[in-house]
């Protein structure tokens, strides 16, 4: 069974510059509403976006407080991969298509949440 899911992002801005500015993506009416907390062990670690009659179109990937462990986002384990922060969210929307991705650590690192919208 799916999930409606709206998923927003808010710039607040203070100081030289007072704004503030909320970005919507398009709401997903078969969201899976799945969020998983990982373990992720040293190299490769192949991410599978969750199916089940459902279509995630983003995956939401919260590093645990105070990480110091590189991880690196990849579409196929030979990419370079783009190096992710190593403790704010990162949100990236994909295409309905994308049925996996890979994260990549040199360190294992525990406590890694996935929300997926």
Known sequence: MSTVCSR?????????????????????PASPGVVELMNLAVGNNLITVPTGGATAVAATIVPPPGNTNAITLKALPGDTGIRLHDTDPTTIAFDPSVTSFYLVVATATNGVRLFWS
């Open 8 to 28: 927003t992002t808010t710039f607040t801005y203070t100081g030289d510059l007072t704004l503030t500015q909320t970005v919507e993506a398009l709401q997903n």
